[in-house]
């Protein structure tokens, strides 16, 4: 690494910030260091796709982005392979986490930062890159993977249930070769039926494991209780004592009772919708924070709804309206639910196919950086 020539995209657009840039890695002895200074997030966005760079500094203030925001649209312009540090004039220990959490190699503070920081920053980025692409092509090709995989596929629904004056339909679309997110249909007391999307932070093979222990918890909770606030609750805290504060899962589960036609859910940090046969949309708000965090959170259950005819219930998870075109712009809740307004007609499991095709064709060559779950349930 000592003797290799590291290519920088800095995307900044304060000329004393970039003057301190250079002037830090200027003074070092062990470069040699390349510096290329794009001042616009569009412009870096241009040039990291032209050009092979091997770390991007990234101001999260500039004319044409803000925020996370900007971090987001570089990630999914130069996608896993080129690590991200974050350069930011706030020290924000709440973006930092959030920043470091979505992918970004390091956070560091303008003014806090001397030669020794920042390149230590820079060389640790491109390690952990570097290993972290090899593990991940060492864990796609491994059998142990791949059995894995294959395990947790067999954890999903492998058919809609026939629910009298109901068209329900599910699938699931991973990012990866193992999922954090997941879909259910639960048999329950009283000859109901509980409909459960979740999604678990982070990628990779710690998330499908407590997606499979967020699973079984909840079957064998509908054994034995009935209100899906209480079931949320103690599974809570089952959850709050195997995970770590890395990771928690956000989840809705709603509870259809086919002989009064009413629909209950609650909802731990994911929200649902209900579109209404005109064009009317009911909000089915997150009634808790997510589970796993605070082993103390009660998930309370909002108020019954009555079902009629032509309404259609709607859970996703933040795949869908986090997924991005090439340029950057999400494909947002908005344009999710006029999707599936406009095919409300066909078949529950049409509408969850071509919302689907609807995302993919939205992204079109951009890398699909999450998870996606969608549950679609019509009133027939």
């Given at each position: 690494?000592?003797?290799?020539?590291?290519?920088?995209?800095?995307?900044?657009?304060?000329?004393?910030?970039?003057?301190?840039?250079?002037?830090?890695?200027?003074?070092?002895?062990?470069?040699p260091?390349?510096?290329?200074?794009?001042?616009?997030?569009?412009?870096?966005?241009?040039?990291?796709?032209?050009?092979?760079?091997?770390?991007?500094?990234?101001?999260?203030?500039?004319?044409?982005?803000?925020?996370?925001?900007?971090?987001?649209?570089?990630?999914?312009?130069?996608?896993?392979?080129?690590?991200?540090?974050?350069?930011?004039?706030?020290d924000?220990?709440?973006?930092?986490?959030?920043?470091?959490?979505?992918?970004?190699?390091?956070?560091?503070?303008?003014?806090?930062?001397?030669?020794?920081?920042?390149?230590?920053?820079?060389?640790?980025?491109?390690?952990?890159?570097?290993?972290?692409?090899?593990?991940?092509?060492?864990?796609?090709?491994?059998?142990?993977?791949?059995?894995?995989?294959?395990?947790?596929?067999?954890?999903?629904?492998?058919?809609?249930?026939?629910?009298?004056?109901?068209?329900?339909?599910?699938?699931?679309?991973?990012?990866?070769?193992?999922?954090?997110?997941?879909?259910?249909?639960?048999?329950?007391?009283?000859?109901?039926?509980?409909?459960?999307?979740?999604?678990?932070?982070?990628?990779?093979?710690g998330?499908?494991?407590?997606?499979?222990?967020?699973?079984?918890?909840?079957?064998?909770?509908?054994?034995?209780?009935?209100?899906?606030?209480?079931?949320?609750?103690r599974?809570?805290?089952?959850?709050?004592?195997?995970?770590?504060?890395l990771?928690?899962?956000?989840?809705?589960?709603?509870?259809?009772?086919?002989?009064?036609?009413?629909?209950?859910?609650?909802?731990?940090?994911?929200?649902?919708?209900?579109?209404?046969?005109?064009?009317?949309?009911?909000?089915?708000?997150?009634?808790?924070?997510p589970?796993?965090?605070?082993?103390?959170?009660?998930?309370?259950?909002?108020?019954?709804?009555?079902?009629?005819?032509?309404?259609?219930?709607?859970?996703?998870?933040?795949?869908?309206?986090?997924?991005?075109?090439?340029?950057?712009?999400?494909?947002?809740?908005?344009?999710?639910?006029?999707?599936?307004?406009?095919?409300?007609?066909?078949?529950?499991?049409?509408i969850?196919?071509?919302?689907?095709k609807?995302?993919?064709?939205?992204?079109?060559?951009?890398?699909?950086?999450d998870?996606?779950?969608?549950?679609?349930?019509?009133?027939?």
């Open positions: 690494m000592e003797s290799e020539r590291i290519r920088i995209l800095l995307v900044e657009d304060d000329p004393d910030d970039v003057w301190i840039m250079r002037g830090l890695l200027g003074d070092r002895w062990d470069g260091f390349e510096l290329v200074h794009i001042d616009l997030l569009s412009s870096g966005l241009k040039r990291a796709a032209e050009n092979d760079f091997d770390v991007v500094l990234l101001d999260l203030s500039l004319p044409d982005s803000r925020g996370l925001e900007t971090f987001f649209k570089m990630k999914a312009g130069v996608g896993e392979s080129v690590p991200i540090v974050v350069l930011s004039g706030y924000d220990e709440t973006t930092a986490v959030k920043a470091v959490q979505a992918g970004a190699q390091d956070y560091l503070v303008k003014g806090q930062v001397d030669d020794n920081v920042l390149i230590r920053s820079i060389r640790y980025a491109i390690e952990r890159s570097r290993r972290h692409d090899a593990e991940r092509e060492l864990r796609d090709t491994s059998e142990e993977f791949r059995a894995a995989q294959e395990i947790q596929q067999r954890l999903y629904p492998t058919k809609a249930p026939t629910l009298e004056g109901f068209d329900i339909a599910g699938a699931l679309y991973p990012a990866t070769a193992t999922a954090g997110d997941y879909y259910d249909y639960i048999p329950m007391l009283e000859h109901c039926l509980g409909i459960v999307v979740g999604d678990v932070s982070g990628h990779g093979m998330p499908a494991l407590l997606m499979s222990e967020t699973r079984a918890c909840l079957r064998t909770l509908t054994q034995a209780y009935f209100d899906v606030g209480d079931i949320l609750t599974a809570n805290r089952v959850l709050a004592a195997d995970t770590d504060d990771h928690f899962v956000t989840l809705a589960m709603g509870r259809i009772d086919p002989l009064t036609r009413t629909f209950v859910y609650a909802g731990a940090g994911q929200q649902g919708h209900l579109l209404h046969a005109g064009n009317k949309v009911t909000l089915l708000e997150s009634t808790s924070m589970l796993g965090i605070n082993e103390d959170t009660v998930v309370p259950t909002a108020p019954p709804l009555e079902l009629v005819p032509g309404e259609i219930i709607t859970f996703f998870t933040d795949g869908v309206f986090e997924a991005e075109s090439l340029g950057g712009v999400r494909f947002g809740i908005q344009r999710a639910l006029e999707a599936i307004r406009s095919e409300r007609a066909k078949p529950a499991s049409e969850v196919d071509l919302l689907h609807e995302i993919v064709s939205f992204s079109r060559h951009s890398t699909q950086r998870d996606i779950a969608i549950v679609i349930v019509k009133m027939l």
